[in-house]
């Protein structure tokens, strides 16, 4: 209904994981929180799965945590999220467990306590093995 030709129509929410600034007039205006990726015009926005961070509100993809490091966090907002894996290891970009960190080349172990490969001996990539 209406009032002297004013619309007394209630505002609408915009979807999950959006939100757009005061005085909006469309659902296009609606754009993903940081930590949501998603298309541009927010109407559908997801939580950064573990391994990913987005810094800022609006449309694009969360992005991968960088080599090295991991995250089991969802909808991770910061690049500090993603915690560095244990001295003598690495892990693949995007990760999302400590599992994830293996020794590196030249070491032995598992991700908790990685060793030297001895004298005589060699491992020429990353693993557990």
């Known amino acids: 209904k209406s009032k002297a030709g004013i619309s007394m129509e209630p505002c609408s929410r915009c979807p999950a994981g959006s939100t757009t600034p005061e005085g909006s007039t ?14 541009a015009n927010g109407i559908e926005c997801m ?4 391994g990913t961070f987005k810094a800022g509100e609006g449309p694009g993809s969360c992005r991968k945590c960088a080599e090295g490091t991991w995250s089991n966090a ?16 690495s892990s ?5 467990s400590q599992d994830d ?9 598992d991700f908790r306590v990685c060793h030297a ?8 990539s990353a693993g557990t093995e």
């Open 26 to 39: 469309q659902l296009i205006d609606c754009k993903c929180y940081a930590g949501f990726e998603g298309d």
């Open 47 to 50: 939580r950064c799965r573990p």
């Open 74 to 89: 969802t909808g991770a907002t910061a690049s500090s999220a993603c915690q560095h894996c244990p001295n003598l290891t």
């Open 92 to 96: 693949a970009a995007g990760s999302d």
């Open 101 to 109: 960190c293996l020794c590196n080349a030249g070491y032995t172990g």
């Open 117 to 124: 490969c001895p004298a005589g001996t060699f491992k020429a």
